[in-house]
């Protein structure tokens, strides 16, 4: 007793459980959420690793240019396909400007990056923190392509180098959140649009509830609706009225994100905090924003 029959020798046993094992994982992944998950997510930072180690030496013949977000763009957009989201995109028609401009876009989680390669114009690049910097060959990729690097605890530094490009994309909240408002947003970008006298593009990418949620470990497929707003104009306006202009794009925004979040998940509704309302200086300014919209 307890000894092993002779044909089931420990090598067979263990050739048995290396072909169970792809079973197992398999079965793991169609029937285990949380499996499923951590299997997708793999998936992404590997795609990523794997797409920046590719590409990098190709960038790197360009040298550092905002023209090497094309191939960044490549690498990131079959992604959807693979995960199978569905991406729609309204109001594109308002991002055919020539001129230089800032874009602001709330932040929910890594995945954005497959909404900001839809809709990132050509010669534009986003602001990130300059910990991604440091991430390997990722951190190359991004330096290659012309992202902007910022040390959030070191303001006058990354007010400095914000400053230094007006075609941007920045998320105003500063960093991931997924919970029903948005964040406050940060000034940065109002700022410098200010001071560019450029106009400012919203956009707001809907929520991941139906099929992704980092704290619950889900991740299915579904659609995600990619709304760009219309522009709000600068020109005429002050560092004074920065404040209101940053509440008034981030109520259009917040007002844009309840909608869709009522459209997209019949019972969940979006939490949005009390907020100034659009007051008057800033609709008379002409923000190009519907006011009536932040008065229901
Ligand atoms: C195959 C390839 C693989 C590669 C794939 C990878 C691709 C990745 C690409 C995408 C990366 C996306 C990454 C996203 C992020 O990293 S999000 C995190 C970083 N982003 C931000 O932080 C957003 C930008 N932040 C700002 O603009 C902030 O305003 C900042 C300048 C950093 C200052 O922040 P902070 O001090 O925390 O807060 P406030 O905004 O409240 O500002 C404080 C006071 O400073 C005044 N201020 C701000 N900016 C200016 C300015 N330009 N000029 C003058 N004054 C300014 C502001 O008004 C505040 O003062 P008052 O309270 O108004 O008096
Ligand atoms: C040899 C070294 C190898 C390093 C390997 C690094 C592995 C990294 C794998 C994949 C990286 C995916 C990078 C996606 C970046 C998406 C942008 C993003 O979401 O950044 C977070 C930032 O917005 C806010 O950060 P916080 O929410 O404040 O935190």
Redesign the pocket.
Known sequence: PGEVPGAWTPVVLLQGLLLLLPLAALMLYWYNATFHYFCKVGFFNCW?VA??TL?SPFAALRGRSVENMKL?RA??LPLKLFYGIKMQVRGSEHLNNKEPYVIVCN?QASLD?LG?VEVIPDRCV????KE?MYMGT?GW??WLSG?IF?D?HK?ED??DV??QTLRVL???E??RNQNKSMLPF????F??AVQAQVPIFPIVISPYWDFFSSKEKRFTSGTCTIQILPKVETQGLSPKD??ELTETVRQAMADALAEMSANHCGDQHTEQPPLPRCGGGMCQAGLGVHCTTFHP
Do not use: D, E, N, Q
């Open positions: 990523i797409m920046a590409l960044l690498a990131i932040h990056l900001m986003p602001v990130a923190k991604l990722v990729a991004c992202i910022i959030r303001r990354a007010i914000i400053s920045i998320f105003p500063g960093t940060k000034r940065g970008a700022h410098l920065v404040p």
